[in-house]
């Protein structure tokens, strides 16, 4: 015998698919959110890794910030003690210089010549005095230049005193002459303080 469906099963069947598609749907968008999920979370943590390197190197970057901070006040205070340094060689050069300076300068006074103002600026030297005449300044300029300490010793003024200081030394003059320590060094085989 033959059966026959009664039943609607086009019905049944078109509903059945209905429910496939609503399933496959739901799973494909709960699958969808679950993969969106995953790549947000992926990312997050590659962003919060990238901050966290960031967070390193910027820590880094500060504590070499404070090295150069700290070498700079380094080098100015090594400038400092360089320049400090030198003026002391300076200081100890000249030492021996003033000794010799004023040795020499009394050895060339010649008799009837009074120095009253001795001036020094840098090499320069300019010697102020009383004398009883033009030729006793004269005599004197030619010790000068005959000391290897001094070079071009050049007359200044002489002139009549105007208040004289005794009645013998009538004239006043001013004579300026280069200090030359160079020949002082070449002559001890050493170097000028400060070179090279």
Known sequence: MARINLLPWREEARRERQRQFLYSLIGTLVLGA???????????QRISHQEARNQQIQVEINRLEQRIARIRELENTRNRLLSRKQIIESLQASRSLTVELLDKLAKTIPVGITLTNVRQQGPNLTLLGTSQSNARVSAYLQSLDGMDLFVRPELQYVRAAEKPASRVETYEFA?????????????SGEEPVGAG
């Open 175 to 187: 004579i300026r002459v280069r200090l030359d320590n160079t020949q002082k060094d070449e002559e």
């Open 34 to 44: 679950v993969l969106v999920l995953i790549v947000g979370l992926f990312f997050d």
